[in-house]
């Protein structure tokens, strides 16, 4: 007697297989070191996985840190900020809620 999985199952693995194999290949998240005191926009780890951004001493925005993407929200206040980008990269992400002349 020979078993044979159902095409279901089979199907199920190799998805599950290349879900881990991508998941592999994203970057590890570790805390940013915090911005140099004299730059002109700065970002403090507020929460376990989120970000304040600030520029000439006011909050501009927010970066959430989500797996290995980082969600950027534009605004002064969480409660009220808007996503503006997902990126894999921390410099992307606060340039993306930077003022142009920053």
């Not at 590890?28 to 002109?40: G, Q, S």
């Not at 970066?63 to 894999?88: H, I, K, N, P």
Request: hydrophobic share 50%; charged share 25%; net charge negative.
């Amino acid at each position: 007697m020979v078993l044979e999985m159902p095409a279901s199952s089979a199907r199920t693995n190799i998805l599950r297989a290349r879900t881990m194999r991508s998941l592999r290949e994203l970057p590890t998240r570790r805390p940013e070191p915090p911005a140099p005191d004299d730059a002109a926009v700065q970002w403090e780890l507020i929460d376990l996985e989120r970000y304040e951004i600030r520029a000439a001493g006011r909050t501009i925005g927010f970066v959430d840190v989500v797996g290995a993407v980082f969600v950027v929200l534009a605004g002064s206040r969480y409660d009220r900020a808007v996503e503006v980008l997902q990126t894999l990269d921390f410099a992307t992400a606060v340039q993306a809620v930077a003022p142009a002349d920053a």
